[in-house]
């Protein structure tokens, strides 16, 4: 099994080499960039490319991205986000324009997965926003190359469930599309090692953090209710080939920070990690 940690952790922070050079440091050489500027400038071809370039001179590469789900980290509470499934043909291509840029940027840099959200809100999924998301999924695959395979993500809202993200996905071949499992997101919604038993050979990437099973907080694993020697039981049983990609939240920020920097959070998870990796050797 692949480990891969997410920029998910640095969003408020660019790419610079502070940052990039904490993944060597606690034994991550994949990376899934979290592409909502500014901290990963997809449409800035020297910006992104100069990112590219110092993950590659830190010996890590870049194996995932996450598709844009805002046009700015600096002012997302106020933005309207991205939506793949939105009724507004206008405001469905925006968001189809922008997945794509940050795709075939991943595309032209080696190639890999890119997540997808399926709706924002969620609210009235079938039929209208059912259909949009599979145009959107459809005009993407058109334009961006091959070596690019698009994970569909469960998330904690109707249109999330594992079932419905199966109901998209077995529509496509699997060389194209399949299933992101938010292990945080399935513990919240149902059951985290059945969620990954349900997506079975469908499954290609992972993203991992824990919670208290009633919000979606990014914890370290271990530090929340999610059975992690089950989940780990279940992903050998369902012969999980892909990325297990940490996605943690910045805890270092606010007026009662839970941490005193990034060290000590990325010093927790690779200790949990291990445990974790020990136990199912």
Known sequence: MKISLSTHLFVFHDLDDGIISLFPRYGFDLAELWAMPPHFPYRDARASDAVGKRLAEHGVRPASLHAPLYPDVRTYKKDRWYSLSSVEEAHRLESVDATAAASNWLARNGGGTVVLHTSFPSEQWYPHRFGAFLSSLNELIDAVPGNIRFAVENTPVDSGQVGVILDIVDRYPADRVGVCLDLGHANIQENAPAAVRSAGPRLIHVHASDNSAAHDEHLVPGRGSIPW???????????????????????????????????????????????????TA
């Open 229 to 279: 020697e089950d989940v780990f039981a279940a992903l050998r049983e369902v012969g999980f080939p892909g990325a297990f990609t940490v996605e943690l939240r910045d805890y270092t920020r606010g007026d009662a920070p839970g941490y005193g920097g990034f060290d000590q959070i990325l010093a927790e998870c690779r200790s949990a990690l291990d445990r974790l990796l020990r136990g």
